[in-house]
């Protein structure tokens, strides 16, 4: 996981709602063993049935080849609770996601790797993605720590973000060594709970 | 603590009771530290999950609360092993050492018990009510049909919860579907989510847990209560749940693994006083009579594009706004369907059977009936595909597999098979597929797949006459 304080990068506009998981990211992009998944990121809509380009997608264009934020509509990453549809993405190149909503799992699955959910009111997003379309470098600046974004037209907006999983993402830290730090705390509330419902802790021999 | 002890005496919704019973902590601004009960693998989602325990030097902190099965990725061909689909054998491979390393139960291929996993979960007595239960899927809250509180998690999580058996998450907010009426013939638990989901929309209860309730959902066996509790996602719920009562006591009082005797009585006083409080207050209640629904089958690229069967497909230029109408365009347009006129008549290529949704014995004698002395029709490749073998084995003891065979069906062995198409069984391009599945996206199939998802009656209907057809004239034959 890298740290994440402010980026300015090319920001690629997918204004569709409801882009699942599975269009980021195929389950047979499974196939064969552990393998580079940036290639793999949106198949469907890249690449046509033969395997070339498809010239209208964004990412297609040489503008948003590049980019590394994305503002995409609402229920971003819907679907599927794949964690691979985030690795897709940060291995094509992306650090954050712009988008009005977000799936519940695919959010939490962001946070975990580092990859930026800025939720921002629609009408704040299709002015982004319409300023990305227009006559200037398509560049947005997320500003984690001051929670502010800065268009391509040098328009400005603000966002929410809860204060704990910020800090989080600057530091680059997932939730795996925090939880860690419960050990003690964990063990006695198991140690309580196995009294007082002792028929979840029965010892379960599959053989 | 004199906060909890206040609590109590207000009234509290159910899911209120569970999510306290499983706090340790409140953790930074917003969330808690949650105790997790129960915690089922599958192989395609831990595999970066155990190599984070490696990497740490940390072993599974508990083998006995966690267990795995091999669902996604298995060839569902007679005889199948690890190697028959080559491109997934590394993952299987990988879960099967991953599993004996760590010391993890794991239901093997081979296994009698082996299936998808949110259907031998609750058929083993894994999963119970009142339990905290995760799995790397987000149709694990499949086992909220018995009154678990089950949530879907990513692989990060997996890992986390194999070391640390907790998690730290933010409390959802409360919302109860109030399910009333008598369902009409032929019209199921399936039926019933799909209306909800194509009513309120793909997103409605992001951020919710989902009580179940109601009079049509007390009528509904546990198979048509997981049913329902298993497309929670689609409206965009971690979890979804009906309150345990006498017929969650009586499932489980056969399962293999559920508590026995003294344990089961000592369990089942607790499982009593797991429901909503009269006067409990939920952040948002919705009410749907089942008592009009027909068969309710999708038409585009979202679960939430559902209608009835007698509907037409609805009208673009009709819709609420600019990218609602842009969304239609491209759903009508992938799925080569025309809007202005019902489904019935459209042509199938493939009608699958099966899945964590629909692929328990119920659904699979509801299926048989419709098939029954008829055949497939030409053309058509039919599919069943048992959500366990354990599921395969009680429906062969009925017979049910010489009726699907009869007609004409493809009867395999037990996996997630053409619900996420991760093991070789697809739909082949431009191909329409009715499915018994959850997922209608794009592409979820195979790649440019078409897909219609329904209830199992309605795939069968579809199988025999070559189009959908609206499975309540074909049963009045």
Not at chain 1, 85 to 103: C, E, I, N, T
Request: aromatic share 8%; charged share 20%.
């Amino acid at each position: 996981m890298i740290p994440f304080t402010r980026l300015t990068a090319v920001a690629a506009p997918l204004m569709r709602d409801n882009i699942d998981t599975d269009a980021i990211i195929a389950a047979r992009s499974m196939e064969g063993g552990v393998r580079p998944l940036g290639p793999l990121v949106f198949t469907n809509w890249r690449l046509d049935e033969f395997g070339m380009e498809r010239p209208g997608f964004v990412l297609n264009q040489d503008r948003f080849r590049s980019a590394a934020i994305m503002v995409a509509g609402r229920n971003f990453g819907c679907g599927s609770s794949r964690e691979s549809a985030v690795w897709a993405l940060m291995q094509y190149g992306f650090r954050a996601v712009v988008a009005p909503s977000f799936g519940d799992i695919f959010y939490e699955n962001a946070l975990q790797n580092g990859l930026v959910p800025v939720r921002l009111p629609l009408e704040q997003v299709e002015h982004l993605a319409a300023a990305l379309q227009g006559g200037v470098p398509p560049l947005i600046t997320l500003d984690l720590e001051a929670c502010a974004i800065t268009g391509p037209d040098r328009s400005n907006y603000s966002f929410n973000f809860d204060p704990e999983r910020r800090r989080a993402l600057m530091l680059a830290k997932d939730d795996f060594a925090l939880l860690q730090e419960q050990l003690t705390s964990i063990t006695a509330f198991h140690t309580e709970r196995c009294l007082r419902e002792p028929w979840l802790f029965q010892r379960l021999t599959l053989s | 603590m004199s906060e909890s002890v206040i609590k109590q005496s207000q009234p509290r919704t159910l899911f209120e009771k569970i999510w306290e019973a499983h706090v340790i902590a409140p953790y930074g601004v917003d969330r808690s530290l949650i105790y997790i009960d129960r915690h089922f693998l599958q192989e395609t989602t831990c595999f970066e999950a155990f190599g984070r325990l490696r990497t740490e030097g940390l072993r599974v902190l508990s083998p006995g609360q966690t267990f795995g099965v091999i669902d996604h990725s298995v060839s569902t061909a007679a005889g199948r092993n690890a190697d028959s689909y080559p491109p997934t054998a590394p993952w299987i491979k990988a879960m099967q050492a991953n599993c004996e390393e760590f010391g993890v139960a794991l239901l093997d291929i081979d296994d009698a018990r082996q299936g998808i996993v949110h259907v031998v979960a609750p058929e083993l007595g894994i999963a119970l009510p009142g339990m905290s239960f995760v799995c790397g899927d987000s149709h694990t809250a499949t086992c909220g049909g018995l009154g678990a509180w089950a949530f879907g998690i990513g692989t990060s999580q997996v890992g986390q919860v194999l070391a640390s058996q907790a998690l730290f998450l933010s409390k959802p907010k409360t919302l109860r579907i109030n399910f009333t009426g008598v369902l009409a013939p032929a019209v199921y638990a399936k039926d019933m989510i799909l209306a909800v989901i194509g009513r309120y929309g793909t997103a409605a209860a992001t951020g919710y847990a989902v009580e179940y309730a109601g009079e049509a959902v007390r009528a509904l066996s546990i198979e048509g209560r997981m049913t329902v509790s298993n497309m929670s996602v689609e409206f965009g719920a971690r979890s979804g749940f009906v309150a345990a009562d006498d017929t969650t006591f009586q499932y489980l009082a056969d399962r293999p693994f559920a508590p026995k005797n003294a344990a089961f009585d000592a369990a089942l006083q607790v499982w009593r006083t797991q429901s909503s409080d009269d006067g409990a207050v939920f952040d948002r209640e919705i009410d749907l009579d089942c008592s009009t629904l027909e068969p309710q089958i999708s038409w585009g690229t979202s679960p939430q594009d559902v209608i009835g069967v007698s509907t037409p497909v609805p009208d673009p230029d009709k819709a609420p706004d600019r990218d609602r109408r842009q969304m239609m365009l491209k759903s009508l347009d992938y799925m080569n369907v025309r809007p202005g006129r019902t489904l019935l008549g459209t042509p199938i290529d493939v009608a699958f059977i099966g899945s964590c949704t629909n692929g328990r014995l119920s659904d699979i004698e509801e299926a048989a009936r419709i098939v029954r002395g008829r055949s497939v029709a030409p053309g058509v490749r039919a599919v069943v595909v048992p959500g366990s073998t354990t599921v395969k084995r009680q429906a062969e003891a009925l017979g049910l597999h010489h009726v699907f065979r009869a007609a004409g069906f493809e009867w395999r062995e037990s996996g997630c098979s053409m619900c996420v198409s991760g093991n070789g069984d697809f739909v082949p391009a431009g191909q329409r597929s009715i499915s018994t599945t959850n997922r209608n996206f794009e592409g979820r199939q195979g790649r440019d797949a078409r897909t219609h998802i329904t209830s199992p009656a309605m795939v069968a209907a579809a199988a025999v006459t070559g189009e959908i057809t609206d499975v309540r004239t074909l049963a009045m034959k």
